[in-house]
């Protein structure tokens, strides 16, 4: 936290933790996430003035997607926060960028610069494998954003991805016309508000676990993990279920062809007409049952994967 104005850091915290309470943005999430340390921290010291944010009443919060949020205060000063450009619009003088590859948010107080927040994001682990797997399945990548330029470069670097696959400063709408241009069925990977418009857009939106609640029902499938690593299952998933769906329609066919031959050729007991009814939902069954075998049997495959190639890079 970068401090702009004449407040002490207990007061901008409480002013910061006021203007993000109540957002679902990830960033306001990670704001609120850093005060609440900061203040622990601050408790467990001694200090009296570090939860004074809990004193402060919201009169009206308002957010506009993708850009930053508005909050009245019961005595009367309005706070504001969000991305650079949005509080330039609502009249915030603010200095020029740095050219850093980390997010930023900006609080301003009364339309007055207060405190400027960096955040560092992180990847999670095994996200560059995970997109180097589904690049090799013919899939074209592309990491839509509404972070500054040099953050979502930052993170691109880190996960194996290209300056072109790389779109930055995106509004919630402006995702969503880019992605009906590109070329579709398309998928579209999102965990926050400002991702509901681009997965109704998208052809398959996937929610990843964490994500707002009004997201997930929203997306096509909803993921039992966090980030990108699922998608990869669920696509393996999904080609397997089809490949399997093709191969049913086939046995059914050519089983209902010979029984229909045999039916036309000779009389047939009631009994054996019902073992024959039954044993061809069986067998349909059984190789159904081959997806949840093969589920099962891919993490084991790719935990011994990983084991042995750490053996093998181990010095």
Request: overall charge positive; charged content about 20%; some cysteine.
């Given at each position: 936290m970068h401090s702009a104005a004449n407040l002490t850091e207990p007061e901008l915290l409480a002013l910061a933790s006021v203007a993000a309470r109540g957002s679902e943005h990830p960033l306001?999430?990670?704001v609120r996430r850093y005060v609440q340390d900061v203040q622990d921290i601050q408790d467990a010291r001694g200090a009296q003035d570090a939860g004074a944010g809990g004193e402060l009443e919201i009169?009206?919060?308002?957010?506009?997607?993708?850009?930053?949020r508005r909050v009245s205060l019961g005595d009367g000063r309005e706070l504001l926060l969000g991305s650079r450009a949005w509080l330039a619009e609502q009249g915030v003088a603010t200095e020029q960028a740095a050219d850093s590859g980390e997010s930023e948010?900006?609080?301003?107080?009364d339309g007055a610069l207060s405190a400027r927040f960096t955040?560092?994001?992180t990847a999670l682990l095994g996200t560059a494998e995970t997109l180097a797997e589904l690049r090799r399945h013919g899939l074209a990548l592309a990491l839509i954003s509404g972070d500054r330029a040099p953050a979502v470069r930052r993170l691109a670097d880190a996960v194996g991805m290209k300056a072109e696959e790389c779109?930055?400063?995106?509004?919630p709408e402006a995702k969503a016309k880019l992605l009906a241009a590109m070329p579709q069925p398309s998928l579209y990977v999102g965990d926050g508000l400002n991702d509901v418009v681009g997965l109704a857009t998208a052809s398959v939106g996937v929610a990843p676990l964490g994500a707002n609640s009004t997201v997930q029902e929203g997306a096509s499938v909803a993921l039992l993990k966090p980030g990108v690593a699922g998608v990869e299952v669920a696509w393996r998933l999904a080609h397997r279920t089809r490949r399997v769906m093709r191969q049913n329609l086939v046995l059914s066919g050519i089983y209902n062809l010979l029984a229909l031959g045999l039916a036309v050729a000779m009389p047939i007991p009631p009994l054996i007409a019902v073992l024959a009814m039954v044993a061809s939902s069986?067998?349909?069954?059984?190789?159904?049952?081959?997806l949840a075998l093969a589920g099962e049997r891919e993490p084991q495959a790719r935990q011994q994967?990983?084991?042995v190639g750490a053996l093998g890079t181990a010095p």
């Open positions: 306001a999430r990670a009169v009206q919060a308002e957010e506009v997607g993708g850009r930053g948010v900006l609080l301003a107080c955040l560092g994001e779109y930055a400063g995106r509004s069986l067998s349909v069954v059984a190789n159904s049952a081959r994967s990983q084991q």
